[in-house]
């Protein structure tokens, strides 16, 4: 099985304990456009990866393509 992107980012919001709409807060996205990250919907920009390390993430594994 291949993991994507949003399966990781998903992966990483659940490790910190927190719910979509609690994780966009963190890094001021709202719940839909996490919803919409997890399920391959919607890219992800470069400013939101920086807040995504910020909290954590190992942007490396985040946006590998390897499992």
């Known amino acids: 099985m291949v993991v994507g992107l949003g ?19 963190a890094i001021d996205l ?5 919803a919409n990250i997890e399920n391959g919907q919607r890219g992800i920009s470069i ?4 807040k995504i390390r910020e909290l954590g993430a ?3 594994w985040l ?5």
Do not use: M
């Open 7 to 25: 399966e990781r980012l998903q992966e990483f919001r659940k490790s910190l304990g927190l719910s979509q709409s609690k994780f966009g807060l």
């Open 30 to 34: 709202t719940k839909q456009a996490i």
């Open 47 to 50: 400013e939101t990866l920086v």
């Open 58 to 60: 190992d942007l490396n």
């Open 63 to 67: 946006v590998a393509d390897k499992p």
